[in-house]
């Protein structure tokens, strides 16, 4: 049963920590999105790689967002340092290549809490 | 600017009647709409989906209708089932890049 994975499910931490998010995409995807789903809005596209190269990071915030793709098996998004107003659920997503825009995949998510 | 617009939050329609999700969107350049659904402590899974060469497109008891001159779409479930209470989400592309730009959902809730 492919699906992707994301660690951890939960993580609370303090103003100030450093965050990091992980995600296994499908096996065979190459294309890889982070979304963060807030209370008061949907889906908002953080950042998507395409062969592990990043296309468009251009919805975080830069100072204190990054993500990579080490290799074809992993993402991370890592948050440093974190602020209150990064609480959110972060959702990772996979996409085969193929189609010119197919369904994505999606992990669990991560429910961030910064207090 | 929001380009895909869900205007109802939430929807509570009776079990076994039909559901009416509806979404908006604002740039002519979409051709390609998806809904995806999602439960509480879980990522969205897609649900149906609709080119915008097409005005509908039909699966099981999910019918997405599409009306490009009003830059309407809306999703049909009938009959409606206990298991259908959910997030909806409706989701386009304008095909330039991968990108899918989201509407904020609306929460359907089946009543027994």
């Known amino acids: 049963d492919a699906r992707v994975t994301q660690t951890p499910r939960h993580k609370v931490t303090e103003m100030g920590q450093e965050v990091t998010m992980r995600c296994q995409p499908i096996?065979?995807?190459?294309?890889v999105f982070w979304y963060r789903q807030t209370m008061m809005q949907g889906l908002e596209l953080l950042a998507y790689f395409r062969n592990r190269a990043p296309l468009d990071d251009s919805g975080m915030p830069k100072d204190r967002f990054s993500a990579e793709m080490p290799d074809a098996t992993l993402a991370t998004l890592k948050i440093q340092p974190s602020e209150p107003r990064d609480s959110a659920v972060y959702f990772c997503?996979?996409?085969?290549?193929?189609?010119?825009?197919?369904?994505?995949?999606f992990g669990q998510g991560t429910r961030l809490t910064v207090v | 600017d929001q380009q895909v617009k869900q205007n109802s939050p939430s929807l509570s329609v009776q079990e076994g009647r039909i559901s009416i999700l509806n979404c908006d969107y604002t740039?002519?350049?979409?051709?390609?709409f998806l809904w995806y659904k999602k439960y509480p402590a879980e990522g969205p899974t897609f649900l149906i989906s609709i080119s915008s060469i097409k005005d509908k497109n039909e699966d099981g008891r999910f019918t997405v209708f599409l009306n490009k001159s009003a830059k309407h779409l809306s999703l049909h479930i009938v009959p409606s089932q206990p298991g259908d209470s959910a997030v909806y989400f409706c989701?386009?592309?304008?095909?330039?890049?991968?990108?899918?730009?989201w509407g904020a959902g609306t929460k359907l809730i089946i009543k027994p």
């Open positions: 740039n002519s350049m979409f051709d390609y």
């Open positions: 989701a386009a592309s304008d095909g330039s890049n991968y990108q899918l730009i």
């Open positions: 096996l065979g995807h190459n294309t």
């Open positions: 997503a996979s996409e085969g290549q193929g189609a010119r825009v197919s369904e994505a995949f």
